[in-house]
Each structure stands twice: as structure tokens, then as C-alpha cells.
């Protein structure tokens, strides 16, 4: 009997099908098209689906599971007490649940702060502040402060546990839902998101689907399980640990360039790889997301250009009004692929930028410390110099001839030694697109995933 599963994911710019045949472990087809989320989220899904040749007496779905990052993924933004602690705590919570973090505060929220987030309109709001029987004012006074705001928006109370539930009660005057989550640094440098990240995603289940307009589809799937950042975090975790008997890759990286953002995903340690080197700051989570929301393809391509500064022009050999033309082409067209060689090369260099840029925020620095005893070393953030493995993922990766010349802006480079990219990983591929739904056939079969993952992510 065949056990056909369809996996789906809502992106920003396209929505992807993937069918699998769990029996053969192998994938019957996948497509995309443009995202429908301003009409009807559906029309682009049965666009997609309609790519795919039906078999005899069409499909028999034993599962039809979706992830989504449409209309925005999921925004937030975090307020804690001091910015290199709590807030980061916070800020973690909520990458490793999925989300885009607009911004964080720190200390007391000011009547500026809450015209941000008036201005911003987040999906959620994740207040922490305080160590666990510490600062207690904070966490109050910010509950406060939330009150001025125009609108009622989900909150995740997740600080100093003596006060958070008072804190809980002041918010709901305003706020629902309002969830109680554990804090996120319950002692001084000692983080504990996973409460946190799983109130975020609660949220985002019962809450944001319908928000979003993606519960028009629930009729059609079982359900939306999880942000797309949180299913390819998921495929990212198996695809390195393994499953069971079956071995993973070992520690790697997942460079996903999209078309709103850039994700960075390292399933790594970190540590440093070479002696006498101090570690400074919070301890760096083993599976680390980053997500650059200035670093996109099509939506956030004009903020793209401007972080490159003048380095995309060097790499074209263009002057400034030739980018602009080409710039104006992807904005008004988000679906746009390129028409020609020269498109094509914009969307290569494009692409370069994004990985080069992303890695830089993602990867660790190092310092060198200059004191009467001599010179030591600083690290802060994870050295990732002997990865081994890295993947890319998404549009521009899959849709040009050359995924290396994008992926090579992950790798160390010489001229810029502070930062501790990989020197010599072997480069992989999801030529298919898959991270995200097998993200997504983690939670019924993780075996089937993992196999598919090393199966049809082809080594460049």
C-alpha cells in the first residue's frame, strides 16, 4: 500500500509541496509557485500541486502536514533587563522557536520603546527580566509600560519566576493571550529557553495560523505545525546527529537564502580550535539560528544593497544606476527569475552578498588583547573554522548555475581574520528544496527523513 505524504511549506515568496513515498523512501515529486497569502492562501498550494502529474484515481494522502514563513514569518520582538543577558536570552527563545526578531529592549521600556513596538506591530512579545529571586521592579514596571500600548497582541512572560505570574495579571488588562513561561535566565549566565520557545510556538499554532490567513488551508491539511525556520532548524538537527543506527554528517551548517531574509542554522559546538583562547559572553546554544531580515533576495533586496555597501559593485563591475535598474525589477516582481545572463549574474552576486553578510553576524570573532604580560586571545561567539559541512537552501542556490560561487561567501577569509568562518568544509546542496518538509516528516518518521536528507542532498 502506498503511504503518500504531502509536505508543505508557506514561504515568503513561494509555497513548496513536497510528496513523499514513505514505503520507497522517495520523493514523488516536488514544485512551487508564487504565495497567495493576500487572496487566498490555497491558490497558490493547488498551483503548486497542479505541477505535479496525479497518478491514476489522483493522490491518497496518508498525511498532509505544513510549515509557513508567509506574510511575514513570524515577528517578534523581546524586552529584558541588560542587553548582553536577559534580553539575549530572549532573543534566543525566540530564533530558536522560529521567529524574526524585530528588536530587543533593555531595561525599563520607555514611552519611545512602545512607539516602536506601536510601529512595528509584532506577532509576539516576549517579556523577561530578572534572574529568579533577583531584580523584581523591572519585569513589573515593563508589564506596566505595555498597558500604553494601542492594540492587544499576544505576550510570553517568561522572568524572574517570583514576580512573573503579578507580571502575567498586569499584562492581561490589556494583552491575550498572555502565557507564563519559565525564565530564561533563571541564575546569571545560565540560559534556559526551551519553556519560552515552546509558549512562542504554542502561540504561533493556535494564534498566528488564523491570523495570517493561514487557517484557510486547515481545511485541506491536518495543520500548520510550525514556523518554516523551526521545521528547517529540526532537518538541520537530524541531518547532523542522526537517528537511531543511522548516522548523521557530524557537525555542519544550513545557509538558507530566502527571499525576505537570509537564515543561518549551525549545529555545532563552537568551541575553540586553537589553545590558550578565552571564552567571553553567554554560552552559544549547540543549535544556533541566526535570521537577517535586511538580507533578502526580493523583499529586503533594496536593504541587501545598502548593507553590501560598495562591495556588490566591485563584484559586478557596475556602476550605481545599472544596480538600481536591476533592483527595481525584483521589487515590483517578488516571483521574478532572472530573464537573461546578466539577471542572472545580479541574483549570483546577490546571493554572495547575503551568504557573506549573513556568516559575518552568525559565526564568532576573535580579539587579540594587548596587556603588560603579553598578548592573549578573545573569543566570543562560536569558532566555526573546521567545520566540516555546510549546506545551501533556497532560490538562488537552486535556480542559477553556480551555488558554489553564492556558498564560497561562507568560507574564512584571509583579509578579515576576526571573523571564524570555515576554512575548508565540503559543500552540499538541497537541490530539491527539502530541509524544510523533512523538518516537517521528523515528527512522524524521522528515520524516512533522515535517509531522504543524505539521499537527495547531493554533495558539490
Not at 491570523?211 to 491539511?221: H, N, R, V
Not at 542522526?242 to 537570509?262: F, H, M, P, R
Not at 538541497?430 to 547531493?458: F, H, T, W
Amino acid at each position: 500500500m502506498v503511504q503518500e505524504i504531502l509536505l508543505i511549506d508557506f514561504g515568503s515568496t513561494y509555497t513548496k509541496v513536497t510528496i513523499v513515498d514513505l514505503e520507497r523512501e522517495e520523493i514523488i515529486g516536488t514544485a512551487a509557485a508564487g504565495t497567495t497569502i493576500a487572496s487566498n492562501i490555497m491558490e497558490g498550494l493547488n498551483h503548486a500541486l497542479a505541477q505535479i502529474p496525479q497518478p491514476p484515481g489522483g493522490w491518497n494522502f496518508a498525511r498532509k502536514l505544513a510549515c509557513s514563513s508567509a506574510a511575514g514569518g513570524l515577528r517578534m520582538m523581546a524586552s529584558g533587563l541588560v542587553k548582553e543577558l536577559t534580553a539575549e536570552a530572549a532573543r534566543r527563545a525566540a530564533l530558536g522557536a522560529g521567529a524574526r526578531v524585530l528588536e530587543v529592549f533593555s531595561y525599563e521600556l520607555t514611552s519611545e520603546d512602545i512607539e516602536r513596538i506601536a510601529q512595528a506591530q509584532p506577532d509576539i512579545l516576549l517579556l523577561a527580566g530578572g534572574t529568579d529571586g533577583g531584580n523584581k521592579e523591572i519585569l513589573l514596571k515593563n508589564a506596566e509600560k505595555l498597558l500604553e500600548l494601542p492594540f492587544s497582541l499576544p505576550v510570553v512572560v517568561a522572568g524572574n519566576k517570583v514576580v512573573s505570574s503579578q507580571a502575567a495579571e498586569i499584562v492581561r488588562c490589556k494583552h491575550d493571550p498572555v502565557v507564563v513561561a519559565g525564565n530564561v535566565m533563571p541564575e546569571l549566565n545560565v540560559l534556559e529557553v526551551e519553556s519560552a520557545r515552546d509558549a512562542i510556538r504554542g502561540i504561533f499554532l493556535n494564534q498566528i495560523v488564523r491570523a495570517k490567513g493561514l487557517d484557510k488551508a486547515e481545511t485541506f491539511i491536518e495543520r500548520v505545525m510550525m514556523p518554516t525556520p523551526a521545521a528547517v532548524l529540526s532537518a538541520a538537527e537530524l541531518l547532523s546527529q542522526g537517528y537511531g543506527d543511522e548516522k548523521g554528517l557530524g557537525e555542519l551548517l544550513i545557509i538558507d537564502v530566502g527571499g525576505a531574509t537570509t537564515d543561518i542554522h549551525s549545529i555545532a559546538a563552537g568551541e575553540p580550535s586553537k589553545p590558550g583562547v578565552m571564552l567571553k559572553g553567554l554560552p552559544e546554544p549547540y543549535a544556533k539560528r541566526t535570521v537577517e531580515g535586511d538580507l533578502g533576495m526580493r523583499y529586503s533586496a533594496e536593504a541587501l544593497v545598502a548593507a553590501s555597501g560598495k562591495r556588490l559593485h566591485q563584484v559586478l563591475g557596475w556602476r550605481d544606476e545599472e544596480i538600481q535598474e536591476q533592483l527595481g525589477f525584483v521589487q515590483a516582481d517578488p516571483w521574478r527569475v532572472p530573464q537573461n545572463e546578466r539577471e542572472a549574474s545580479f541574483d549570483t552576486a546577490m546571493g554572495r552578498m547575503a551568504v557573506e553578510l549573513s556568516m559575518k553576524r552568525h559565526v564568532g570573532t576573535l580579539q587579540v588583547v594587548y596587556a603588560p604580560f603579553g598578548v592573549s586571545y578573545v573569543q566570543q561567539g562560536k569558532d566555526l573554522t573546521q567545520l566540516p559541512v555546510v549546506v545551501g537552501t533556497g532560490g538562488v542556490l537552486l535556480h542559477h548555475g553556480e551555488p558554489l560561487t553564492v556558498l564560497r561567501g561562507a568560507l574564512y577569509n584571509a583579509a578579515e581574520p576576526t571573523f571564524l568562518k570555515p576554512q575548508n568544509p565540503d559543500f552540499y546542496l538541497d537541490q530539491d528544496y527539502i530541509l524544510a518538509s523533512m523538518g516537517l516528516l521528523r515528527e512522524v518518521n524521522p528515520l524516512v527523513a533522515l535517509r531522504l536528507l543524505k539521499k537527495y542532498c547531493v554533495k558539490l
